[in-house]
């Protein structure tokens, strides 16, 4: 959070109240998982919602489920044919993953896969329209380049926790894996010819990029 506490309470007191399944997933997932702070939470996830709806996407791909709550978020956007496949490398969420998925309206349009995404994606044939990248931070450069020859010209590329608590701004430690690999994905973003970006200081940064 890089607001001021007075300031980002008043932003979330202004902004749609998530649905009641997703307050039931997050108190379940504080109750029962490791780092549960690794949840979207009710407030990005009504961001990931209204783009969604914004985008209406057919095909959407997420990398990185944790507990589900994002996908629950996006999945609101999805239009009655529209499929969103996700993607996570822990098994142990999987039961948990599914219990809110099948308490969902969307049951029938979540398609989630465990295991390694460098190696999921190649498997997928779908051409998307959004894409959520949420996962390891040290690949998230491979899955730029492994999804955006599948991404629909105007698709939108979301990518999670772009800013890294204020760390990717510092000169990075040469140990800290992820500060830099961060930084050099930040900077792809910006420069590629393929894509108009705008990273937004949104909870951990949130940059949005748009497919020409």
Do not use: C
């Amino acid at each position: 959070m890089f607001l001021p506490e007075n300031i980002d309470n008043y932003v979330v007191a202004h902004s749609q109240e998530e649905p009641k399944i997703l307050q039931e997933l997050t108190k379940e997932t504080w109750q029962k998982v490791l780092n549960p702070r690794m949840i979207s939470g009710a407030y990005q996830g009504r961001i990931l919602s209204m783009i969604s709806k914004l985008i209406q996407p057919k095909n959407v791909l997420e990398i990185g489920t944790f507990t589900g709550y994002s996908a629950l978020s996006i999945a609101e956007g999805l239009p009655k044919d529209g499929t969103l496949f996700t993607i996570d490398s822990n098994e142990e969420l999987a039961e948990l993953q599914q219990k809110y998925f099948n308490k969902s309206r969307y049951t029938k349009q979540l398609k989630s896969y465990v295991g390694n995404a460098l190696e999921i994606i190649p498997t997928l044939h779908q051409k998307f329209d959004l894409v959520f990248i949420d996962a390891d931070k040290s690949n998230y450069t491979n899955y730029f380049h492994l999804i955006i020859g599948k991404m629909n010209s105007g698709g939108i590329i979301l990518s999670d926790n772009v800013l890294w608590y204020g760390k990717v701004a510092e000169k990075a430690d040469e140990k800290d894996v992820d500060t830099i690999a961060l930084q050099a994905y930040n900077t792809l973003l910006n420069t590629d010819d393929r894509l108009e970006t705008v990273m937004l200081p949104i909870r951990d940064g949130l940059t949005i990029s748009r497919v020409k």
